[in-house]
């Protein structure tokens, strides 16, 4: 390391070329952008225990979340505009000259684009982190737009150290070619713990496996007694005389006469073979719930495990984990509001119920917050209400969407959108949604 000259101070600030981060124009004003008071008000409580959808700037929101939300969210899910220009039922073209497309993809206009979303989403983190528990999660979604910028800003805001994945999600089965030269298949979603702990993160179960041999050629002779009742069989009852047994590869040698009754071995069984187990691994693997199956009347042994705990998750989510993709996210969106929706759903660029819960599933206990304040369609919602009904939980969340206007007479607003889809699950849901009670309270944000 350098020696420090003469006039370095240990208090001084460090000198701009040694501070490693993301610099942008206007990045001052956006953190002084956290620390100012909320522009809106809100006539009622958002402190109380009640699931929320508020209507309003998610940046006041946050703001006002502060009082009674700090330090209380587990999980925080966004899916904020990717700053794509692409068309969408909101604004997605940060500060770009309107001037037309091509001028904004020149240097100077891109960085003009990216200031602008950063700007945009610099002060929203911040005041996302205060609201997570130690323990809590946020992901967002992003594509490969703003996914460099992304990743520093939230290393500074949350701290690299606590960046637990960038996980890559199969958006669609039937992407298009981009001018020849790319398929975009995947995006993605960054994770960041607040604090990162040792929490571990439930993936789906991997499913039984069935036959799982119990003989091994290589391995040496040896004697295993499996107790009365614990061998099932697919052998029609009766005796089974002792004997050779097994195939030209598995020789196996039945000890002593033994008698099958209900698809089960009555008797214990004694065989002999070239077992992967000795007999104080069997009796273990028993008491764990193992399974041991013969399926015919070569007496040939298999194992199954009664259950495979859930996995660690991968860093792609597809279908393999059971999670949709943008298509059928619209497909599920246009469902819940009419045929009549479907161009406005296509609009919207919606995410899959099934990615939310995936989420959830992952790292939420039974009464645990979620947070999203980019709602847009509310899936967010959905996905809670669904699983609180799935296995009788009490989980609540709290969605912020603004009152973007659909050009559509009939459904004015995005928020609007959001109310009907959660309107429509309770529906469908009917009790099992809210315990008898309203599941979820509505909140407009009012100018202050
Ligand atoms: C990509 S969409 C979210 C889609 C959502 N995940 C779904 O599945 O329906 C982003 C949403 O954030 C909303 N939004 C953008 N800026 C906002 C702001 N400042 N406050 C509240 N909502 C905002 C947009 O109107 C849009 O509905």
Known sequence: ??????????????????????????????????????????????????????????????????AGHAGRIKLIYIDPPYNTGAEALYPDDFAAPRVGRRQAKGGEDRGRLHAAWLNMTYPRLILARRLLRDDGVIFISIDAAELANLILVCDEVFGEANRIEVFS???????????GKTKKV????????????????????????????????????????????????????????AGAYGSAAYV???LADARVEGGRFVSALRLRGRFRWR?????????????????TARLIPAYAKARYGPEALPNLIDAKVGVGTNETATAELRSLLGDDFADLARRMRPKPVSLLSYLIEAVCGPDDWVLDFFAGSGVTGQAVLEGNARAALCRRFILVQSPQATGRADCSTIAEIARRRLDAVVARLGHGAGAGGPPYGLVKLEPA
């Open 186 to 241: 995947v995006e993605f979603l960054l994770c960041y713990e607040r604090q990162r702990s040792g929490q571990v993160y439930r993936g789906v179960e991997k499913p039984v496996r069935s036959a799982n041999p119990l003989l091994n050629q290589s391995n040496p002779p040896g004697e295993l007694v499996f107790p009365a009742g614990a061998v099932t069989t697919a052998l029609p009852d009766g005796a089974v005389p």
């Open 1 to 66: 390391m350098a020696p420090q000259s003469s006039t370095e101070s240990a208090d001084a600030p460090p000198p701009p070329e040694a501070v490693f981060g993301l610099l942008w124009p206007g990045k001052a004003a956006a953190l002084a952008e956290a620390e100012t008071p909320s522009r809106a008000r809100c006539a009622c409580d958002l402190a109380g225990d009640e699931s929320l959808v508020i209507e309003g700037d998610n940046l006041d929101a946050l703001k006002l979340l502060q």
């Open 169 to 179: 999600w199969v958006r669609t089965t039937t992407p298009a070619a981009l001018a």
């Open 252 to 254: 196996v040698e039945l």
């Open 279 to 295: 007999q104080a691994y069997l009796e273990a693997q028993l008491a764990m719930g193992v399974v041991i199956y013969i399926a």
